[in-house]
């Protein structure tokens, strides 16, 4: 029979089997075998006093008889002194029998001699007798001390078989006549002074099942009977009967009733110290329990032996649940089996207490939360060596309010939508540590931000957290249902009758954004997922994330969307980069993009994401004059089609038509663009870095691009293969690669292009390409010195100096063909989003006619030949005012406007030479870039250029207006 055991007082029952079975059944096997001898003293004693007894009595029949004897030589002697004194008084009658009375007188002499003698005898004889019963009965008394010591032995050992988790039987044969002792029940006897473990096969037979110790037990306090083991009739057979039920429900119950009894009855002034509180210690058996309810209490509750104790929870309820204060709980070596959940805190204010800790325990088949709380403030829980697996259910461990110290260690959880979900107001150091997660549906980690007033960073929102060691399975999981690792989102509370451990995530509408979180340090994880997968890592719904690390987290399998998503976008104000994301060569599967938007620092050093727009670069622009570029396709001419396609320009973010878009023609065929390298500078290998510019297509665009750096000679040889999602927006990629020594100078070249699988049949696919920049040496050259060390010097040159009424170092205005009249004033210099300005403004009524000319460049700046390719873009704004009063002009390139753009050109001998392009335009309100290109239109007697913007009007004429002027983009293509 099943006992369940409630430890009152102040200790649980001192004769519970040990922990460590194994010296437990050394220790009771020695207990026994102290019993036994015991036995046998006891049982000697009784025989020595025994025997001391009837010597005691012989001693005592020999007294008597001496005593006896010695009465009858006394009465001897006194006839005889009275025979003397009889024959004194008759002396002289006697005289003739005188001879005679002194002969009899003689022989009564010697009769006392002898009674004396016998007397002697006799008292020595008494004496010896009293020596020997004083020795006796010193036997007897010596033989009872070791009767009661042997009793209390005995009792010890009876007290120790009434704790075995098996009933005790004297032997073997015993229990086997037993008929209370049903077919398969275990019984414990005593075999050769072991104490040994068997089962019955049948009423006549049993099987050996093992040694089962009973370990002595010596209690340093207090007596064993002020420590009583309390049977509070709870069956524990797991027989599922309705009698069963009963009384495993009413033994719970009683023994619930008793804790909570047990808050009062305590010493005066006890509870200013230590809030105690009776305990439970359960036998092993299969209980039927549950829906118990506790106001304030210290939950203490353990299995006597652990993982024996199986608990049964009634469908739809919680086994306990409690309503205030929780001072303390320690739950050990109990598997909780169905119902909704095993522990519930429904205290929604401060809860906050020490020694909570939930250990070796197996929660399963539950429906809705394992374990969970509602509390504003309850730190320091720790689960640790347990399992939680779920049936449906919504949340295995749900924990709120302040979490301070909570941790989650060495536990596997599984079977739910959310593993975990800690928050919200996480205050700080939360700890997820070695677990496995597994088959869990919508998050393995849901993370519940700080949505309280203030800033909410200074305290409360996850400060000091960590995630790792864990393994992510991929177990139960399918393509169809993708989920991501890890949720960050708040609750949706709008349902009443949900709790904590039941409420779903906001993702949308109001709130859903609210809140803050401080990023735990995410390291050392293995992310497993089977492919093809399509789920982030990380999914947010908010938008305030910092402080976070990351590092050394392997994928694996199926391949991640993103590392970070946000579904509905982030806030602009939180593009902070004080979270780190670190990625190495090592990393394995990563996801294909980074985050959907700015997260943090990125330090992608295995150029995984080359271009995000967390990315920094790993290896910055270098001002080593010993690099070299060994590849340029700055410009469309300088770069050829690749594959079955065809390629438009369009704009760059220069201001130009520097960019491509690519398009593949044939179905089911890739296209791309390619530039050749300078393979002797290949040839002596180390390190090289590829830059390219890439964007996704407006319509029909492919998600990716696969980039290769290849040697055709034969045979072919690879240094650099990788595919490369596609951004929405421009990305600059940045790929270091390390070229082996002793390569074959051969034939080289970068190339990048869609792959003939990614283009769909009947669509002509497309993707946006620019900035082919390839140098060799210890450092990345840039764009900006790509321009000026291939093949010639400068352009793109920062706007120096100015202030307000001074131009920029090298920058000038003229009045051309005697215009007069005018005021011009450099009202500002400064920077915004789209560059260096200038803003000048200039009034005044013109005296004659002529025109007014801004020249941008020094003088001899800009040294050129004929033959040679040049582009020159200006972003410029109409700040205020008009320029209608200004003539009309025509460009060389048939447009119109009141502004024009044009090179003046020069000889040597500093002469104006041939004729120049120009571009006419007119600047609105709103910032335009303006622009054109000059090719094989230089006079051959050309040495240098000077560009400038000018406007003519007419004599007499109101001239108001001021211009937004931003620094021009001037460069060489070829």
Not at 486 to 506: H, V
Request: aromatic share 8%.
């Amino acid at each position: 029979m099943a006992v369940f055991v409630d430890a009152t007082n102040a200790q649980p029952t001192v004769l519970a089997i040990s922990e460590n079975t194994a010296e437990a059944t050394r220790q009771a096997g020695l207990a026994m075998a102290r019993a036994m001898a015991a036995q046998t003293a006891q049982t000697g004693a009784e025989t020595a006093r025994d025997a001391a007894s009837a010597s005691a009595t012989a001693a005592d029949s020999s007294k008597t008889a001496a005593q006896t004897a010695r009465t009858g030589a006394e009465t001897a002697r006194d006839a005889a002194s009275a025979s003397a004194t009889a024959a004194d008084s008759s002396k002289t009658a006697a005289q003739t029998a005188r001879t005679g009375a002194e002969t009899a007188r003689d022989a009564a002499s010697a009769s006392a001699t002898s009674a004396d003698t016998s007397k002697t005898a006799a008292q020595t004889a008494r004496t010896g007798s009293e020596t020997a019963r004083d020795a006796a009965a010193a036997s007897a008394t010596a033989a009872d001390a070791s009767k009661t010591t042997a009793q209390a032995a005995l009792t010890s050992v009876q007290a120790i078989q009434s704790t075995l988790p098996f009933p005790y039987r004297a032997t073997r044969a015993a229990a086997q006549a037993d008929s209370t002792l049903a077919n398969g029940a275990w019984y414990v006897s005593d075999e050769t002074g072991v104490l040994k473990m068997y089962s019955k096969t049948s009423s006549s037979a049993s099987v050996d099942r093992g040694a089962v110790s009973t370990p002595g037990y010596t209690d340093r306090l207090k007596p064993r009977t002020v420590i009583p083991t309390q049977d509070r009739g709870a069956d524990g057979s797991g027989a599922g009967t309705t009698t069963s039920m009963a009384a495993d429900q009413a033994g719970f119950l009683a023994s619930v009733n008793e804790i909570v009894a047990s808050r009062n009855n305590l010493p005066t002034g006890i509870n200013d110290l230590f809030q105690f509180q009776n305990g439970m210690e359960l036998d092993p058996g299969i209980y039927d329990a549950g829906d118990f309810t506790m106001a304030d209490c210290k939950l203490w509750m353990k299995a006597r032996i652990p993982g024996t104790v199986f608990i049964r929870i009634p469908a739809g309820k919680y086994f306990l649940t409690v309503t205030g204060q929780v001072m303390g709980m320690y739950v050990d070596g109990i598997v909780f089996m169905g119902g909704k959940g095993a522990l519930k805190f429904t205290r929604t204010s401060t809860n906050a207490c020490q020694n909570m800790r939930i250990t070796n325990c197996y929660l399963a088949n539950y429906t809705e939360c394992g374990i969970g709380n509602s509390s504003a403030d309850m730190p320091f829980l720790k689960v640790d060596n347990t399992q939680l697996g779920g049936s449906g259910a919504i949340c295995g461990i749900a924990w709120g309010g302040y979490v301070d110290q909570l941790a989650i260690k060495d536990c596997a959880i599984g079977g739910n939508d959310y593993g975990v979900a800690i928050g919200p107001r996480l205050s700080a150091n939360y700890n997820l540590d070695t677990i496995d997660f597994i088959g869990n549906r919508k998050a393995d980690i849901w993370l519940k931000p700080n949505i309280d007033g203030g800033s909410g960073l200074s305290s409360v929102a996850g400060w000091g957290a960590g995630i790792k060691r864990i393994k992510y399975g991929n177990e139960l999981q399918t393509s169809g249902s993708p989920y991501p690792r890890i949720l960050i989102a708040n609750e949706d509370t709008s349902d009443s009758t949900k709790w904590r451990g039941s409420y779903p995530p906001l993702t949308s509408g109001a709130g859903s954004d609210a809140g803050f979180l401080i990023l735990p340090t995410i390291m050392h994880n293995h992310i497993n997922q089977i492919s093809p997968w399509y789920g982030p890592f990380i999914r947010s719904y908010i938008s305030n994330l910092q402080y976070g690390l990351m590092e050394n987290n392997k994928f694996n399998g199926g391949t991640n969307t993103y590392f970070i998503e946000f579904p509905n976008g982030r806030t602009a104000n939180y593009t902070n980069s004080n979270s780190h994301f670190i990625f190495r060569e090592g990393d394995g599967s990563v996801p294909t993009a980074f985050s959907t938007h700015v997260i943090g620092r990125m330090e992608d050093h295995a150029s995984f994401w080359p271009g995000d727009p967390s990315a920094i670069p790993v290896y910055p622009v270098s001002d080593n004059p010993n690099l070299k570029v060994i590849g340029n396709g700055l410009g469309p001419s300088l770069r050829t089609i690749y594959g079955t396609g065809t390629t438009t320009a369009v704009a760059d973010p220069y201001g130009g038509m520097d960019f491509e878009i690519v398009t593949a023609t044939n179905t089911n065929s890739g296209a791309g663009k390619y530039i050749s390298l300078d393979g002797t500078n290949l040839a002596s290998g180390g390190m090289i870095f590829v830059e390219i510019a890439l964007q996704q297509a407006p319509t029909h665009s492919v998600s990716r691009v696969l980039i290769e750096l290849v040697n055709y000679s034969s045979p072919s040889v690879w240094a650099f293969q990788r595919y490369i999602p596609l951004p929405a927006n421009l990305g600059r990629f940045l790929l270091p690669i390390y070229v082996p020594p002793n390569a074959n100078p051969g034939s080289w070249q970068l190339k990048c292009y869609s792959v003939s699988a990614d283009v769909v049949s009947g669509t002509t696919d497309q993707f946006i390409i620019g900035d082919m920049i390839v140098n060799s040496g210890g450092g990345r050259i840039g764009r900006d010195k790509a321009l000026t060390r291939w093949p010639v010097a400068p352009r793109n040159q920062t706007m120096l100096g100015g202030a307000q009424s001074t131009w920029p170092t090298g920058w000038s205005q003229a009045n051309l063909n005697g215009l007069a009249g005018l005021t011009t004033t450099i009202n500002s210099v400064g920077v915004d989003a789209d560059g260096d300005y200038i803003e000048v403004a200039v009034s005044g009524t013109t005296s004659a006619s002529g025109g007014w000319a801004v020249y941008l460049e020094p003088t001899r700046a800009l040294n050129v030949v004929n033959g040679q390719h040049w582009q020159w873009y200006n972003k410029i704004k109409l700040v205020s005012g008009s320029l209608s009063t200004a003539f009309s002009g025509s460009g060389t390139d048939s447009t119109t406007g009141q502004m024009l753009m044009q090179w003046e050109t020069h000889d040597s001998s500093d002469t104006v030479v041939g004729t120049t392009l120009k571009t006419a335009f007119t600047p609105t309100g709103t910032i335009a870039n303006f622009g054109h290109a000059k090719w094989n239109g230089f006079n051959g007697a050309t040495a240098w250029v000077r560009p400038y913007l000018s406007m003519t009007f007419p004599n007499s004429t109101a001239v108001s207006f001021v211009l937004r002027i931003y620094q021009p983009m001037i460069r060489r293509l070829a």
